[in-house]
């Protein structure tokens, strides 16, 4: 394995990986407890709908994906079920799918949008450029330590929801807003590199492996990130050694790590009982 560091690609895939898991994990934490699994598919769909649109347009694809996926996150930060019939899920759900529908309009009807939303489906972590790395190192870096000073706040807010306990919230919460925006700019940045699927799985599989494994919060985000760390390395290392794309093992890693964890809670089960 070691000589895959030779190449100054690979070593790039797994340093953006790396970047990614762990913002992404952390992230996921929030996510999977909010229970708004959705959201990340979402904001990755307005993200590809920018590029659809920018194509249609014939604009700069990052830019208007960007101002979209922003908007988007802070459109979504205003929503709050209080109807118990409803879930904050279906909500998600619904923008997923219109997102979606906009998404191929626009393709049908832009020269070359096919190529610009394939790029954002499946990303290219082999092919990523010296300034993506030092643009998403420096993001996501603003992102970790908002969220590190004000964990308390963040992890308190996201308590409430995921009680259902969100009438004392207001309309507008500076608090869910800084959230929202936060996986908004993280998830549209890393889509650009690692497509929407794998940072779907960057942001859910961590967290629930680590949630099977513990009931510690601070273990499940520290297992979380470890989990996103270890998926990643030997994601790139599976697609080098045996020729497959990046992106897709580093999925079936991560998979791989959910199965492990599945398999010692049902252990842990058997041995209770």
């Known amino acids: 394995m070691t000589s895959l560091f030779a190449y100054d690609f690979v070593v790039n895939a797994m340093i953006v990986g790396v970047l990614m898991g762990l913002l992404l994990a952390y992230l996921g934490v929030h996510v999977v407890a909010r229970g708004i699994v959705f959201v990340d598919l979402a904001l990755g769909q307005i993200s590809m709908m920018g590029v659809a649109l920018a194509a249609f347009l014939e604009m700069e694809p990052t830019a208007v994906s960007v101002a979209m996926t922003l908007a988007g996150a802070f459109l979504l930060s205003l929503i709050k ?4 019939r409803l879930k904050q899920e279906a909500i998600i759900g619904i923008v997923y799918a219109l997102a979606s529908a906009l998404t191929v309009l626009l393709i049908s009807k832009a020269a070359h949008g096919d190529s610009d939303i394939s790029e954002v489906l499946f990303g290219s972590m082999f092919t990523v450029t010296t300034t993506q790395m030092v643009t998403i190192g420096a993001v996501f870096l603003v992102i970790g330590v908002l969220h590190l000073v004000f964990r308390r ?4 807010l996201t308590d409430k929801f995921a009680s259902d306990e969100v009438h004392d919230v207001s309309f507008f919460d500076a608090w869910n807003f800084l959230f929202y925006m936060s996986i908004g700019l993280a998830i549209v940045l890393a889509v650009r590199i690692g497509g929407v699927i794998p940072v779907f799985a960057y942001i ?3 967290p629930v492996s680590a949630i099977l494994l513990t009931r510690s919060r601070a273990v499940v985000v520290a297992l ?3 989990l996103a760390v270890v998926g990643s390395v030997a994601g790139i290392w599976f697609s080098v050694a045996f020729d497959f794309p990046a992106g897709s093992s580093v999925v079936a890693m991560l998979g791989a790590l959910f199965v492990a964890a599945s398999a010692v809670r049902l252990l842990r089960l058997f041995r209770a009982r």
């Open 81 to 84: 079920v209080t109807d118990t």
């Open 153 to 156: 706040r963040f992890f308190a």
């Open 204 to 206: 859910v599989i961590p």
């Open 224 to 226: 979380a990130l470890v």
